[in-house]
């Protein structure tokens, strides 16, 4: 391994940090634990577990395809309790993919908002402040994948391989996963607040 060259501070491009608002348009949680795909539900209660009875609740997950420096199944911090998706890019996944809608619930949805652009490429360390106190930190964007595809799938039994089209398309468009940072309740209608922080590029050389 070769040692990097050193870089003085004023070499790195850096972007202040700003706030967006927005909306949230609903909220869903899985009926059991044994359940990918969400329902809508009037609120929604977050410990520092996530969402209590939810599928991914918990202080830690078991590692899967997403993570190959762990062997699969490998207990780990659960950074991953809430998905958080925009109304535009769900609409515009939709598009790419010829369908006419796509439901939040059937990609396992927690947060459905709206008026935040480019929400997937909201950076990591973002927090997602909303009215009622809760707090949500932005771990990052969640990839699609084929599993996700096949949800979708069964709403359109007519079209063959939308669970291979949605990987292909939704990249870059298929939301955010977090964890929380401080418990509380959302709902329906309250505004959201992503603070950006301050981001910086840190160059190979």
Not at 29 to 44: I, M, V
Not at 72 to 92: A, K
Not at 95 to 112: D, Q, V
Not at 152 to 171: C, H, K, M, S, T
Request: glycine share 10%.
């Amino acid at each position: 391994m070769t040692d990097q060259p050193a870089l003085m501070p004023e070499e790195i491009r850096i972007a202040r940090k700003f706030k967006v608002d927005g909306k949230v348009q609903g909220v869903y949680r899985t009926p059991s634990p044994d359940d990918f795909q969400t329902a809508p539900a009037e609120h929604l209660e977050l410990s520092f577990e996530g969402v209590p009875g939810d599928r991914h609740a918990g202080f830690t997950r078991k590692s899967g395809g997403r993570e190959p420096w762990y062997p699969r199944g490998t207990e780990m911090c659960n950074e991953r309790q809430v998905s958080i998706l925009s109304v535009d890019e769900l609409s515009e996944v939709a598009a790419r993919m010829k369908i006419g809608e796509l439901k939040a619930e059937w990609i396992g949805g927690n947060i459905l908002v709206s008026g935040i652009a480019n929400l997937t490429r909201i950076p990591p360390r973002t927090r997602l402040v909303f009215e009622g106190g809760t707090v949500i930190r932005v771990d990052g964007d969640n990839a699609p994948c084929r599993f996700a595809g096949a949800a979708i799938a069964a709403n359109y039994p007519d079209r063959e391989g939308l669970d291979l089209l949605f990987p292909q398309v939704a990249r870059g468009l298929r939301g955010l996963v977090g964890y929380v940072e401080k418990p509380g309740v959302i709902e329906t209608g309250e505004t959201v607040t992503a603070h950006i922080p301050e981001q910086w590029i840190y160059p190979r050389s």
